[in-house]
Structures are given as C-alpha cells and as structure tokens.
C-alpha cells in the first residue's frame, strides 16, 4: 500500500506496523529481541506493529535498534528541493530585482 495525504492516520499507522512487522521478521528478530535492543516494552512493540501506537519516540528506537537510523533522516530531510518551490524562489527574486537597473533616463539626481 502507499501511503499518501489521502490515507487516514489511522490505516497509516496499521501500515508502517505491518511494514515494521516484515522488516523485524526479515533481520531475524522475534518481538521480546527486537523491544529489548530497542529499550522498548514488548507491549509496546506488539501496539506498534499493530497500528495502535503512534510515539514518535519508540519509532525512532526501533529504527536505531534495526540499523535503519537513515530512514528517520529520509523522514523528513535537513534539505528539501521541489522544482516548484525552485521556481516560486526563481520568480521572487526576479520580482525583487529593480527592472531598470543598469538604465540610465537622464532625470537622476546627481
């Protein structure tokens, strides 16, 4: 499933622990490994990777303890570039650049 602005938190939330759930699976951890290199309960863990919770910081354990610390900076980035912001950027300074700089009408002030 993708996730995009159109789905519900909620459906988000029951994705990225069914993702978690795959990735645990794969790097060979069982749930009460994977809580304790995390420093989580495994309570915790069994909400997560059922969508019931949402703490931002027991995410970012997980991810540290799974050696994924670069998905949280892909997250949200330091540096975003969008071609449209680029343009929106271009376009203001144009706007704030005197258009008659350079050219000289004779009625200047000396």
């Not at 910081?57 to 540290?64: F, P, Q, R």
């Not at 950027?89 to 009408?105: L, Q």
């Amino acid at each position: 499933m993708k996730i995009d602005e159109l789905v519900p938190e909620s459906e988000t939330l029951n994705e990225l622990g069914r993702r978690l759930a795959r990735v645990r699976k794969q790097q060979g951890f069982t749930q009460t490994a994977l809580a304790e290199e995390a420093g989580i309960g495994v309570a915790t863990l069994r909400r997560i990777e059922g969508g019931q919770d949402s703490q931002l910081e027991s995410w970012l354990k997980l991810l540290k303890a799974l050696g994924m610390a670069s998905a949280i900076d892909a997250l949200l980035p330091e540096t975003f570039s969008s071609p449209m912001a680029e343009v929106r950027d271009a376009a203001r300074r144009k706007r704030s650049r005197p258009s008659s700089a350079g050219i000289v009408w004779g009625d200047e002030a000396e």
